[in-house]
Nanobody
Framework: EVQLVESGGGLVQAGGSLRLACAAS????????IGWFRQAPGKEREGISC?????????YYAASVEGRFTVSRDNAKNTVYLQMNSLKPEDTGVYYC????????????????????WGQGAQVTVSS
């Protein structure tokens, strides 16, 4: 069974850090680009970061998280991470990871329909 599972969410104060993990089972993660999306209450799911397949040489970030968030992958563990630093209350939402085969470019990664698989989401709450 193909599955993506997010973990690492939680409650943190503004200025704090969290690291999300996206673990894959049933398929080889490094064959896919992995995107991170965020959905705040009442808003659409928005792309915040993406890492290309293979060695992860291409990484993309939304302007709202550039310089604060870092995406990385550990293919040996079949896992992609999103390190989130200097968190702000507006970072609050449910974070989802998605997998797209074989990879995505700069104009594609923010589009939900480009992804083949999705995780169930992890709640991140940043208090002020």
């Amino acid at each position: 069974e193909v599955q993506l599972v997010e973990s690492g969410g939680g409650l943190v104060q503004a200025g704090g850090s969290l690291r999300l993990a996206c673990a894959a089972s049933g398929f080889i993660l490094d064959d896919y680009a992995i995107g991170w999306f965020r959905q705040a209450p009442g808003k659409e799911r928005e792309g915040i970061s993406c890492i290309s397949g293979g060695d992860g040489g291409n990484r993309y970030y939304a302007a709202s998280v550039e310089g604060r968030f870092t995406v990385s992958r550990d293919n040996a563990k079949n896992t992609v991470y999103l390190q989130m630093n200097s968190l702000k209350p507006e970072d609050t939402g449910v974070y989802y990871c998605g997998a797209a085969w074989p990879t995505l470019g700069a104009t594609q990664w923010t589009k939900v329909f480009q992804y083949d698989y999705w995780g169930q989401g992890a709640q991140v709450t940043v208090s002020s």
